[in-house]
Nanobody, 112 residues
């Protein structure tokens, strides 16, 4: 049974930072892909950042240079460090593991 539990969301002013965590019940380095998605109100869920088994990372253009995805194997946790947050980053952020596994989401709200 794969469980993904996100935490770290909240309300922050534009320009601020948050770090999201995704605690997994499995060895995250065994996953082909671990990723963060987000869904803004009225919009489709979009891929924000991903990391492959081999460590290759990708980011959506809108967050490049501001967000960093990382993994801690000892804690089986995937992080998303978000800096210089903008109001358009507002949404529910979901952790994803390849194979179709999702966390419950954590709300991020950025005020202007």
């Amino acid at each position: 049974q794969v469980q993904l539990v996100e935490s770290g969301g909240g309300l922050v002013q534009a320009g601020g930072s948050l770090r999201l965590s995704c605690a997994a019940s499995i060895n995250i380095f065994s996953a082909n892909i671990m990723a963060w998605y987000r869904q803004a109100p009225g919009k489709q869920r979009e891929l924000v950042a991903s990391v492959t088994h081999g460590g290759t990372v990708t980011y959506v253009d809108s967050v490049k240079g501001r967000f960093t995805i990382s993994r801690d194997g000892a804690k089986n946790t995937v992080y998303l460090q978000m800096n210089n947050l903008k109001p358009e980053d507002t949404g529910v952020y979901y952790c994803y593991k390849s194979g179709g596994f999702w966390g419950q989401g954590t709300q991020v709200t950025v005020s202007s």
